[in-house]
């Protein structure tokens, strides 16, 4: 029928006759269509649910079981109802203007009730979805329903002009229910780790697999792209959909005919005005949560380059990212939970740059992949224990200046290597006789951008780069593929992206994948191809999550008290460190009101420095400017009051100086005392009997393999135990600290011929200086 026949048909209010001879038979056709395809979509979820059932009912939950029955006759019933309304509907339906004129009409109530996105989407109509019955046992991320979009193909639009084809997603409650992520037993710990279960949902056959969320989000349009004169092809709807329209120009009549619009469905889609604070706390602030119970996370950012994944992860000074918002929220946590036991937090930073893994903290050789109990870990990581977000901050940006960026045409800071932040929460604890110790993995990940060779540069090095990291996301794409259609091999070990993922996309992990995407119809093909893979990871499903990374160790009686000791040793240790810090910081004041007050720059020697703090390059190189210019200089040139105070403040930093050095020795007996005390505790252990041996074994596994690892590594000059970052952060001549890691390290540049940020900054200290280079991460170039 022509299309102003339809347009006057659902014009007119009147209903279609029940029997008109002379209507089309393509409308009953096509709503015949809609009603199979409902059925098909019903049929499914009754399989899924007898899957569920199944899995019930084998698990023991018998009272589960019952559950699932009800629910699946309720749904046949309901399917009864939709089907005697629909037959009706049918009936009444068969002249095509009143078919349109319903799914218009349910098109404006439900899906174009927010305004904004009917200037976009008018022409997408469709029928009602099949809607699943609210699994009970979901405990996953509940967000209200959305509203049920209509599908409808190749449905002329308001303007009768352009036919669209929007082929409409099931939205994510009609999917089967994420289950609960209660309890996880992942990868970073391995051995004999004692299952613990949890009261709720324990057992359940419910909660044999989780689900990866997705979220997306738009960044706003650039200026850059403003100046190409770009349209939005993008709309977020009800804070979940997202509507992606293809432009096609007015005279390119071959295409007109075939423009299509896309429609996607997540569990959160954030619009261009989202803040930092709403994506952090929607997607990631669960994880955290876990994270200090003892199960492993992981939040990774997707797209393509420019999209705004690092800016999603770190952020500017004024508006931090996911990354720096997590850790934030860690210490908080850790501070509030710190009077009931021993937080330790410990990072590493790496970066996967055409397919070698380096250390971001302590830059050098390439790391080689290894599989252990732990899963897969890159031998020889730094691994630096933080006791304060500022530290991780200073860590964070260390890191970030040695990771590498170049400017592509796309992106002037693009970031050309995949780098994945690690924060290991251990937390220990005393439960009657038991030393309870639980381990939390958080890894923070932001992925490179994918590009087209064309979007970016033909140069040599930038198309290697490219190359490498379209492989790597292309293995990565693979391994989704593989996930979903349940293939029994998984090709995790195609790239080194990959086998740094495996457990976060086919393990026991809390797994949120971030799609960052560009508004602009200019991008429009990443844009799809960034919601397509968003749209498939959708479907993983994770292994179960019934467990936390928990050892308890039984204590004998005889060593209970020990063990006691043990932990109140630590906590003070911890207060101990606090307090020196606090030391440090008035002593920085104090000579900083000292540098004030001595105008007159003197030439001295500078004064022996023996406070060694866990400060940066930066700041040690403060504090000699501040020696050469304050102390030991010639007391007849200044004035008698200048003098007297200039003595008085020297007499304060001496004073602190001292004081903070008696602390660190006290500091460090307490530490050879925890440590001897330690190996006591282990040696006894082990003499008493063969089957705690075991435990003891398990100990080395988990907890102890860390500690034995620091030692191990310190000696090698690669991970520092904490007493030695205390006591000797200066830098040897041949294993460079994360602390001498110098901006300007030409070594950086010199050993690989890449770029690193430093460089970058180092190169342009003016001029659009990476994000990655400010205090806060701070890219100040903003959107242009
Ligand atoms: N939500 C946002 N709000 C404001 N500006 C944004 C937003 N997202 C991205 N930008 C800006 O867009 C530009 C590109 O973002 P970003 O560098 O994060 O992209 P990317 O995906 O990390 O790119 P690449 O993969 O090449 O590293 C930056 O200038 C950034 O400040």
């Given at each position: 029928m022509p299309v102003e026949t339809r347009s006057r048909g659902s014009a007119s209010a009147a209903p279609a006759p029940r029997h008109d001879a002379g209507a089309p038979r393509e409308g009953v056709a096509s709503d015949h269509h809609h009603r199979l395809k409902e059925k098909m979509l019903k049929l499914t979820l009754q399989y899924e649910q007898h899957k569920q059932l199944l899995a019930a009912s084998q698990g023991g939950g018998a009272a589960a079981a019952r559950q699932h029955r009800r629910s699946v006759r309720r749904l046949n019933v309901e399917e009864e109802e939709e089907e005697a309304v629909n037959d009706e509907n049918a009936s009444n339906a068969h002249g095509k203007a009143a078919a349109e004129e319903r799914g218009v009409a349910m098109c404006r109530q439900d899906a174009?009730?927010?305004?904004?996105?009917a200037a976009v989407l008018s022409e997408n109509v469709a029928p009602p979805q099949a809607r699943a019955p609210p699994s009970k046992d979901s405990h996953g991320v509940v967000f209200p329903r959305p509203a049920e979009p209509q599908e409808k193909e190749n449905v002329v639009g308001r303007t009768g002009r352009i036919p669209m084809s929007c082929p409409i997603k099931k939205p994510l409650s009609a999917l089967p229910a994420p289950p609960a992520r209660k309890l996880s037993l992942g990868g970073a710990v391995g051995g004999k780790m004692k299952a613990a279960r949890e009261e709720n949902g324990a057992g359940s056959a419910e909660a044999a697999e989780s689900r990866i969320l997705v979220f997306v989000r738009l960044r706003p349009m650039s200026r850059k792209e403003k100046e190409a004169g770009s349209r939005s092809c993008v709309k977020i709807v009800n804070k979940k959909e997202v509507y992606l329209t293809e432009f096609a120009s007015e005279n390119d009549y071959l295409r007109l005919k075939r423009l299509r619009g896309r429609h996607f469905c997540f569990d959160s889609a954030f619009a261009d005005s989202t803040t930092q604070k709403e994506v952090y706390t929607t997607s990631t602030a669960n994880l955290v949560e876990g994270v200090l119970e003892g199960k492993n996370g992981t939040v990774f950012c997707y797209g393509a380059t420019g999209a705004g994944k690092t800016y999603t992860m770190l952020g500017t000074i004024e508006n931090p990212g996911v990354m720096v918002l997590a850790i934030k929220d860690l210490f908080s946590k850790v501070r509030q939970r710190s009077h009931d036991g021993n937080h330790s937090i410990q990072l590493s930073y790496l970066e996967i740059y055409n397919e070698t893994v380096r250390d971001l903290l302590s830059p050098g050789r390439p790391l080689h992949l290894r599989e252990d109990k732990q899963g897969t870990v890159a031998a020889g990581l730094s691994q630096y224990r933080a006791y304060s977000t500022d530290e991780v901050m200073e860590l964070l940006q260390q890191g970030n200046k040695n990771r590498t960026t170049e400017p592509t045409r796309v992106n002037e800071t693009s970031s050309r290597s995949h780098a994945i932040l690690q924060v290991v929460v251990e937390y220990r604890y005393m439960h009657g006789v038991n030393m309870v110790t639980r381990v939390g993995k958080l890894s923070l990940i932001d992925l490179a951008g994918s590009e087209r060779a064309l979007a970016t540069d033909q140069r040599t090095q930038r198309s290697i780069e490219g190359a490498n990291i379209n492989r790597s996301l292309l293995a990565l794409s693979n391994c989704i593929n593989s996930l979903v259609e349940g293939k029994k091999h998984i090709p995790y070990r195609n790239s080194k992206l990959t086998q740094l993922l495996k457990d976060s996309l086919g393990g026991s992990c809390n797994t949120v994948m971030i799609a960052n995407i560009s508004p602009s119809n200019l991008s429009f093909g990443e844009t799809q191809n960034t919601l397509h893979w968003a749209d498939r990871a959708k479907e993983i499903r994770t292994k179960a999550l019934t467990t936390t990374n928990e050892e308890v160790l039984n204590v004998p009686d005889s060593e209970t008290d020990q063990a006691k000791l043990l932990m109140e040793l630590q906590k003070e240790n911890c207060v101990l460190r606090e307090q020196l810090v606090k030391q440090q910081q008035k002593l920085l004041t104090v000579q900083a009101q000292l540098l004030a007050s001595n105008t007159s720059p003197q030439q001295s020697p500078a004064p022996s420095s023996h406070v060694s703090t866990p400060c940066t390059a930066q700041r040690k190189v403060k504090r000699s400017i501040l020696a050469v210019n304050c102390f030991n200089s010639p007391v007849s040139r200044r004035p008698a009051a200048d003098n007297a105070q200039i003595r008085e403040l020297q007499t304060k930093v001496k004073t602190l100086e001292s004081e903070i050095e008696k602390m660190k020795k006290e500091h460090k007996l307490q530490l050879k005392q925890k440590d001897d005390f330690i190996h006591d505790l282990i040696n006894r252990r082990k003499a008493s009997n063969n089957s705690e041996e075991a435990i003891g074994d398990k100990r080395v596994a988990t907890r102890a393999s860390l500690r034995k690892a620091q030692r191990d590594t310190s000696a090698a000059g690669e991970l520092k135990s904490p007493s030695h970052r205390f006591t000797s952060p200066a830098p040897t001549a041949k294993k460079r600290t994360f602390w001498d890691i110098g901006g300007n390290s030409p070594s950086v540049l010199a050993a690989n011929g890449r770029k690193t940020r430093s460089h970058v900054a180092a190169e342009t200290p003016k001029k659009g200086s990476s994000m990655l280079l400010q205090p806060g991460f701070a890219r100040q170039r903003a959107i242009h």
């Open positions: 174009f009730a927010v305004a904004p996105v």
